[in-house]
């Protein structure tokens, strides 16, 4: 489903999210990788970002405390963009986010981690695009993987959400949802709660 720039997003699984990570030990270094095809000839090139938004464990649900995409980076440096295309290039992932939970300071309770479509050349959504995905990592092991089907319609979605346990330890629940905005009204809304 979609939410529309400004509104409540919808999301089917409301309420039926479930830890993707293991519940006795905590994550650590994440990679999220994302892969896209390039425009055809004689397109504008696609460009898709990673953002990441870091919430307070005070109001994990409020505003961000702060925003990571491809110019930025996290003010302590446990949320970092080492990799990044602008125009994809068909050859597997070509752009990466790394998130380091074992480092990020307890008063941080919540990371809310999507992609989002440039809109510079024309509405594009993810249906749109050839051979999208994205993939989450912790070394070797495969924690998240998505095609973007589920939200062919959208122009940004939200992926996974990170949240602390009651141990303080750090989980992931797959959180696919769709918006319908571009890259700066999708990083206010992204980490909104989803309607009951």
């Known amino acids: 489903m979609v939410a529309r720039a400004g509104s409540a997003p919808r999301w089917p699984d409301a309420g039926r999210r479930r ?41 994990p649900h409020g505003r961000p405390e702060y925003v990571v995409h491809y110019d930025s980076r996290s003010p302590d440096g446990t949320i970092t963009m080492p990799r990044h295309s602008q125009t994809g290039q068909g050859f597997g992932f070509v752009e990466t986010m790394v998130l380091e939970f074992d480092r990020m300071a307890p008063t941080y309770g919540r990371v809310v981690v999507g992609v989002a479509i440039h809109q510079d050349g024309g509405r594009r959504i993810f249906g749109d695009l050839r051979n999208a995905g994205v993939l989450v990592v912790e070394k070797y092991s495969e924690l998240l993987k998505d095609d973007f089907t589920q939200v062919a319609g959208s122009t940004a979605a939200t992926i996974a959400e990170f949240v602390r346990n009651g141990s303080g330890q750090w989980q992931l629940h797959k959180m696919v949802r769709g918006y319908d905005s571009g890259p700066v009204a999708f990083m206010a809304e992204m980490g909104s709660v989803p309607p009951s």
């Open 19 to 59: 830890p993707v990570s293991s519940v006795s030990k905590g994550l650590g270094k994440i990679e999220v990788k994302l892969k896209w095809d390039p425009s055809p000839l004689g397109e504008a090139p696609r460009h898709l970002d990673i953002i990441a938004a870091t919430y307070s464990e005070s109001d």
